[in-house]
């Protein structure tokens, strides 16, 4: 079996550094299982959020070779022979360039646009509170009959509700890269699903618009579909925010 | 030290919904999770939630089926109201906006699943664990229930039978917490992770089972193992009983529906044990394809319904397998999914120690007896979380305020333990790990004998023994994984030895338990619920009656 090299961009407090390790690639082998033969064979101070394996939880969003992936869905196969001298797609690179240079193997970062709390875990606070500041729910107490919806209906809420909140948008955003307060791709798709669901109230359905009716809501957006690239779920936020836009008075 | 009237430890479906409960009552309550609540196993739930919605389904027809699915061993009461209350919360669960699929005319779909005498399983395409997890978390955010989360609960605090509270590490700076509280309720999922090849995420290596049990409340049934027919070769990431209940095919290499052999009219669609029992048997005799799987072949289902009904298994299919099963079939092998046995508890989650509760995987209820029909396990967590919720509720009312010695003194202790466990040379948890994975898998399966089971026993104790010396290296205090790996592993070494110990003795064979020495079922010495306690020499078992109502135990036929 062949042998790849595994760049991981560690950090503790105010230092900053690249490990390099030699793994033994395995046919199937995803990012995930290589950071955790590094944490249980190798260096076991290594941290990285993970919990499904299966690409449903949306633990382990990281910037893999310069894209936000999910670790768990990114085949070794596939990403240890890419080139990344130029980042991907123009993806926000967060590390200088040298470090890449002459390489061949995979470059594990943590996600752009969170700050770094030690190696690969990022402060997901920051991107929750944004999701939750639009209010996600539904405002409804339990009645004895369940709605009728169209199927149609529910297809379309669907590419919506598949968002796992694994904050790749988030990291690919170049938006949410230059203002904190903007309420990014996530939180936006959300708010196009609640404006779209017939369960919703018109009092709420309103008082959501005029939230996002703002430079750090819908127009925020520079429309570059960055985060549509990304997501591992086939979500389109960009789509969701164009559509809000059209709504707004 | 922290207060609240009612802390539930775990954030998935259980105990969400034990949570938005207590706190509709009034109730000062709190979650704390190891994860944050979405990241839970919940999520991965695909196929999804049984109820009789139907105008000529009922629940007497969904209790009938579960009974007999549990292959008798679920207590009949319990079984009563997990389908009684079925269409209430499934409701709920849809007027609180998950996003079901639908029929033409708008109503809630439902599909087939194994052991159903009818469509009764609701789903969101094959992601229903996912939406209905989303859907709750959205209501205790609307709810604003505090969370506390990335919290690893170390130990449940009990005095004088009473459950006053637990301890607690931050993860983020590996600090001990006490939390006061009259009641707690687990619900911290199940422990596929002592298995190889599981379908459970990471994360479940039933360390919350292992705080009640090393407390002294009894765990129940734990031989009931369930491996589900069909996970993904390599992966063994699931692969939804829906996609049969679609219409899919299982085929060995002959291209044989090897199902005739061994469920005649019920084919792919007999319940989970007889299926994987089946695939095993194929394996075994080598029937099946190099490697050890069969096929599952949705093939002629079409692009469309696959689109519509499967999108998740199929995406899972092309990232994982490189297959994608519109084309062509997919490679699918039995892998541990989920436990009937849990913490003994009962109809409204109490457990016999007071103020402590259980509710969801964790939990022994007992409504799957020896083996779980598909779509009940999402249905238990909301109808037991309810509950339990509720009863936990009224229950604090009388309860007078705690004192702070038993705590504080708690804690003293178990800092000194993690102390000890800090160290430059000695045991390695993940080597440990590793071996009580393959310990499991090869002996304690789909197949059981007493030779192996005694085998698995053995050496069971023996990694105990090496655990006892095992050392965390890592000194970081942030997210220090090295560490929460070595106090996770204690607990699965616990249950390793309680699941075989009540396998090796059950000298039967009763749904998911199957004993190659014993190939019947026996129900005039073992129509009884298995209760092991802990002791420092290993587990002590009892029994307990199983209650019957309606139902008189008959052989089983699908």
């Keep these: ?249 | 030290m922290i207060d609240h009237d009612i802390i539930v430890i775990g954030g998935g479906l259980a105990g969400l919904r034990a949570a938005l409960e207590a706190d509709k009552k009034g109730v000062d309550v709190a979650i704390i999770s190891k994860v944050h609540p979405i990241r839970s196993h919940s999520g991965a739930a695909q196929g999804g939630i049984n109820a009789s919605l139907g105008l000529d389904d009922s629940w007497g027809s969904h209790a009938l089926d579960t009974v007999k699915g549990s292959d008798y061993l679920a207590d009949q009461d319990t079984v009563e109201i997990l389908c009684r209350e079925a269409p209430e919360r499934v409701i709920e669960m849809e007027n609180w906006g998950t996003n079901f699929s639908r029929t033409e005319d708008g109503n809630i779909a439902q599909r087939p699943f194994g052991g159903a005498g009818f469509p009764r399983t609701c789903y969101a395409g094959d992601r229903t664990g996912h939406n209905l997890l989303h859907t709750l978390y959205e209501q205790v955010l609307r709810s604003g229930i505090k969370v506390y989360s990335e919290w690893l609960v170390t130990k449940l605090i009990v005095d004088k039978e009473k459950c006053v509270g637990f301890l607690a590490m931050n993860t983020i700076d590996s600090k001990l917490e006490s939390f006061r509280a009259k009641a707690t309720i687990l619900a911290t999922g199940g422990y596929g992770r002592i298995y190889q090849r599981s379908t459970n995420a990471i994360i479940n290596r039933g360390s919350g089972i292992g705080l009640a049990y090393t407390a002294g409340v009894p765990l129940q049934d734990m031989e009931f193992v369930q491996f589900h027919p069909t996970t993904l070769l390599g992966t063994n990431i699931l692969i939804t009983e829906g996609a049969r209940g679609e219409g899919g095919y299982l085929y060995n290499k002959n291209h044989e529906r090897f199902m005739i052999n061994y469920a005649a009219n019920a084919m792919e669609l007999a319940p989970r044990d007889i299926v994987a029992r089946a695939i095993q048997t194929e394996i075994d005799e080598g029937r099946a394809f190099p490697g050890g799987y069969v096929q599952l072949d949705i093939t002629h289902l079409g692009n469309d319904t696959i689109n519509e009904r499967l999108p998740g298994i199929r995406q899972i299919s092309i990232d994982f397998a490189g297959v994608d099963p519109v084309k062509e079939p997919i490679p699918v092998q039995p892998g541990q999914h989920y436990s009937m046995g849990g913490v003994s508890s009962n109809k409204d989650g109490e457990t016999p120690v007071s103020g402590l509760y259980a509710v969801g995987e964790c939990a022994c209820i007992s409504v799957h007896g020896a083996n779980r029909l598909g779509g009940n396990s999402l249905l238990d967590t909301v109808v037991f979380g309810k509950r339990a919720g509720a009863a936990a509720s009224d229950y604090i009312v009388s309860q007078e305020a705690i004192s702070d010695d038993i705590l504080s003194k708690a804690i003293a202790d178990e800092n000194e333990m993690i102390e000890a466990l800090m160290g430059e040379s000695g045991e390695n948890f993940a080597e440990i790990r590793e071996e009580l994975q393959a310990v499991m898998q090869n002996n304690v399966g789909v197949f059981r004998t007493r030779e192996k089971l005694d085998l698995a026993f053995e050496r069971i104790k023996e990694l105990k023994k090496r655990a006892d010396n095992i050392k965390v290296m890592s000194k970081t205090n942030v997210f220090n994984f090295e560490l929460l790996n070595a106090l996770e592993l204690k607990a699965m070494l616990e249950l390793a030895q309680v699941i075989t110990l009540g396998a090796l003795v059950r000298e039967e064979s009763r749904g998911a338990h199957f004993r190659t020495d014993f190939t019947e079922r026996n129900d005039e010495e073992w129509l009884k619920h298995t209760l092991a306690y802990y002791t420092e020499e290993g587990p002590r078992l009892a029994y307990k009656d199983v209650t019957i109502t309606q139902f008189q135990p008959k052989r089983r036929e699908y």
């Design chain 1, 1 to 249: 079996m062949s042998e790849f090299e595994l760049m991981i961009r560690r950090q503790d407090r105010e230092q900053i550094w690249i490990d390099r390790f030699t793994v033994e690639e395995r046919p199937g082998m995803t990012v995930l299982e290589a950071l955790f033969h590094v944490q249980e064979k190798i260096d076991g101070s290594l941290c990285f959020r993970y919990s499904c394996r299966g690409a449903v939880c949306g633990s382990c969003a990281m910037l893999i070779n310069k894209v936000p992936r999910l670790a768990c869905r990114t085949q070794v196969s596939e990403v240890k022979d890419e080139t990344t001298d130029e980042p991907k797609d123009g993806v926000a690179s967060i590390k200088p360039s040298e470090i890449i240079e002459g390489r061949n193997g995979i470059l594990v970062e943590p996600l752009p646009n969170l700050s770094v709390i030690r190696d690969l875990i990022v402060d997901m606070d920051h991107f929750y509170e944004l999701v939750d500041s639009i209010k996600p729910w539904i405002n409804s107490d339990a009645k004895e009959k369940a709605t009728l919806m169209e199927p149609s209906m529910q297809i379309q809420l669907e590419k919506y509700t598949n968002c796992i909140l694994c904050a790749t948008c988030h990291g690919a955003c170049p938006a949410a890269a230059r203002n904190g307060e903007y309420l990014g791709p996530a939180a936006l798709a959300k708010a196009w699903r609640f404006h779209l669901d017939p369960r919703s109230k018109e009092k709420d359905r309103k008082e959501l618009a005029e939230f996002i009716n703002s430079d750090s809501g819908v127009w925020g957006c520079d429309v570059v579909y960055k985060c549509v690239a990304v997501c591992p779920k086939k979500v389109t936020p960009t789509q969701g925010i164009l559509k809000l836009r059209g709504k707004m008075e």
